[in-house]
Nanobody
Framework: QVQLVESGGGLVQPGGSLKLSCAASGIINFSRYTMGWYRQAPGKQRELVARLTTNGITNYADSGKGRFTISKDNIRDTVYLQMNSLKPEDTAVYYC????????????WGQGTQVTVSS
């Protein structure tokens, strides 16, 4: 059974930093998964924050460019999201996603971690 478990969320002041982690278990060949971070603020749709493809290409939403960095550890089966210069509008539940590049039906989500940016 595949599980994605996010951690690292919390309350941070504007301008602060957080590093989110997403540990995967039950995934065979983690390196073939495109990993993504998404977020959902109250009353809004879930949106892509950052994505890291199997060949190392990164995509970022405009809102996070220059501030967020996605990375992946294929040995620890973990993906990270380093978030710097956080703003109140970054407040949301952040979700980890894993998409199998071989079998598209293998599409998994974590339970989410709350990030609150407030003074």
């Amino acid at each position: 059974q595949v599980q994605l478990v996010e951690s690292g969320g919390g309350l941070v002041q504007p301008g602060g930093s957080l590093k989110l982690s997403c540990a995967a278990s039950g995934i065979i060949n983690f390196s073939r998964y495109t990993m993504g971070w998404y977020r959902q603020a109250p009353g809004k749709q879930r949106e892509l924050v950052a994505r890291l493809t199997t060949n190392g290409i990164t995509n970022y939403a405009d809102s996070g460019k220059g501030r967020f960095t996605i990375s992946k550890d294929n040995i620890r089966d973990t993906v990270y999201l380093q978030m710097n210069s956080l703003k109140p509008e970054d407040t949301a539940v952040y979700y980890c996603n894993a998409k199998d590049s071989y079998y598209l039906a293998n599409d998994y989500w974590g339970q989410g971690t709350q990030v609150t940016v407030s003074s």
